[in-house]
């Protein structure tokens, strides 16, 4: 005769508290080792040996499922468990409906579902960390200083939420605590908790933000150099581009440029034509030569805005009208004069990078001059900042109104001897201490490219000057930083966040050690026993702990008389 229906329900819910339990312990190892994915290989070993792993949990959950009556003939019965509390979790309830084929099943099955479980948990999260650290460090191969200064921003978010993190873990690690037999264990699962615990309390006294400051020292905002001009609204290094630029709020605009083989300066990133223009399909055999091998009529017939409509490098295009659209599909390669026309006529600043012209070109000696002649014929001189430092100390007498701006870092000294009057670096670069120096003696700096607003927070808070940016659409709404506050400010709340924990934590290790013992509450209450209130809130894990301790009798109390049903063992805890 087969098991009966309530035996049935209630094993279902038991298999869902094993299902569940090597499920989350599966995930939350795989997460534990996702932080340090070059030794997940240890782990794994570790994982099939430890005592403390889901794997073992799995082990003693089954071993302690077998003695309590799993039969190979399919039929299960729990002859000493106790009755399983009404109320029940929507997760349970499903698990509970996937694992009814299971219940019915044969002990070796349970011990493979569960050990599939726990090891799909881990395998899984850590097939998904190595991954994921793999692309990063492709993709962020030269930038991996931005996720440390992204810490200047989310620091103190992230504390309180570590904080908050080790706060609900201290209740699966307190019961884990008092469920060990070996006090050693203990130590070492308490003394590994503290110690992650207090380093995470001590992290904002080693924490650097410069958006932490006393209230009244924030500078103005960075003004806004567009890189190339608006590259997410139209073709870059085009005049569509640099009007849009300007309309979006850009103090200034920045560009590259070369010079044709006929002596004409034009407007071009790359050293070949390929990327953004279509001088495959005008001049199929010439694809490879340097851009500045083409004269200025050859520049002339090419496209510079399909490969915008066509690629959509950031994504934009679709949010663009019709008629932007049709503009930028009739873009061609602007020259420099048409550029500085632009910026003179809404009054901004310019800044270029001027390329040199490979060996053999016509003008690979007179290139300076050929352009300085240019800028002087179209702008004022002094909305240029000169970025080209060969033959500076030439260009700076010739043209002294030239806004003398280098491209690296160096000594005041040797920058007051060069004239220099503002700094053109790359954001990694970013140091309040540094930008605050440079500008005591009245040079600015310009930090490139920033397009995210949360970096565009941190040099406003670092006192940059100015930026250049993709984005200048986005950048130039932003009216003060995403994240700002006093030090009394960041004072309070880490203290507030260490203290709530401290207590949250000290509750639930208080509560779990008066929970395993059974205690009362109060003084003049009477003790609990096995079969009473206090029994309820056991669940099976609880087994898995003192399986050690089991004994397995067969069931002598089954008459002759009594219906006729498998005699299965049942369990005795001395």
Excluded at 14 to 38: E, I, K, N, Q, R
Excluded at 285 to 306: I, K, P
Excluded at 366 to 394: F, G, K
Aim: with cysteine.
């Amino acid at each position: 005769m087969g098991p009966s229906l309530n035996s049935i329900i209630h094993n279902m819910h038991v298999m869902a508290d094993d299902c569940f339990l090597c499920v989350s312990s599966g995930l939350t190892l795989g997460l534990l080792v996702s932080g340090f994915p070059g030794l997940w290989s240890c782990w794994l070993l570790l994982l099939l040996s430890s005592h403390t792993s889901p794997y073992y949990w799995c082990w003693q959950c089954v071993c302690s499922l077998k003695v309590r009556g799993f039969t190979s003939t399919g039929a299960t019965r729990y002859t000493h468990a106790p009755t399983h509390p009404h109320t029940h979790t929507h997760i349970k309830t499903v698990l509970c409906i996937f694992a009814f084929p299971l219940v019915i099943s044969c002990s070796k099955m349970h011990f493979l579902v569960l050990l599939f479980l726990c090891q799909t948990g881990i395998v899984v999260t850590l097939a998904f960390s190595v991954t994921a650290t793999a692309i990063l460090s492709d993709l962020w191969s030269k930038e991996w200083k931005t996720l440390l200064l992204s810490l200047q921003v989310t620091a103190p978010f992230l504390h309180v939420a570590a904080v908050s993190l080790m706060a609900i873990l201290s209740w699966p690690i307190a019961l884990h605590f008092f469920r060990m037999n070996k006090r050693v264990r203990q130590v070492a699962v308490l003394g590994l908790y503290l110690s992650v615990l207090f380093s995470l309390y001590l992290v904002p006294l080693g924490m650097y933000s410069p958006c932490i400051k006393e209230a009244g020292t924030l500078g103005p905002a960075p003004a806004l150099i567009g890189h190339r001009g608006a590259p997410m609204l139209a073709p870059e290094n085009t005049v569509m581009s640099f009007e849009k630029a300007v309309e979006a709020g850009g103090e200034g605009l920045e560009t590259d440029v070369t010079i044709s083989y006929d002596g004409v300066p034009f407007l071009m990133h790359d050293s070949t034509l390929r990327r953004t223009t279509n001088v495959a399909e005008v001049f199929p055999n010439r694809t490879h030569l340097d851009a500045s091998m083409f004269t200025w009529a050859e520049l002339q017939q090419l496209n510079a805005g399909d490969w915008f409509l066509s690629r959509d490098p950031f994504g934009t295009v679709s949010s663009l009208s019709e008629v932007d659209r049709l503009q930028a599909q009739n873009q061609s390669v602007p020259s420099l004069a048409q550029f500085l026309e632009v910026a003179a006529r809404s009054g901004r600043l310019v800044l270029f990078d001027l390329r040199r012209p490979p060996h053999g070109h016509p003008y690979s000696q007179s290139y300076i001059n050929t352009t300085l002649h240019v800028v002087q014929a179209h702008i004022n001189s002094s909305q240029v900042l000169w970025l080209p430092s060969e033959d500076r100390e030439l260009v700076q007498a010739m043209d002294p109104e030239l806004q003398q701006t280098s491209g690296e870092k160096a000594s005041i000294q040797e920058l007051t001897d060069g004239h220099i009057t503002r700094l053109n670096l790359h954001y990694s670069t970013m140091s309040q201490q540094q930008i605050s120096k440079y500008q005591s003696v009245n040079i600015s700096t310009n930090l490139y490219v920033i397009s995210q607003p949360w970096l565009y927070t941190l040099a406003w808070c670092a006192g940059a000057q100015s930026v250049t940016t993709n984005s200048i659409h986005v950048l130039s709404s932003i009216n003060k930083p995403l994240f700002l506050m006093t030090p009394e400010e960041y004072s309070l709340m880490w203290i507030l966040t260490d203290a709530v924990s401290a207590f949250l934590i000290i509750t639930i290790f208080i509560f779990h050690w008066w929970r395993e013992r059974g205690l009362p509450f109060w003084s003049g209450s009477r003790q609990t026993h096995e079969n009473g209130p206090y029994s309820k809130f056991r669940t099976e894990l609880s087994d898995v702990w003192s399986v050690s301790s089991v004994n397995v009798r067969p069931d002598l109390r089954s008459t002759p008389s009594s219906p006729t049903t498998p005699h299965l063992p049942t369990i005795t805890e001395e």
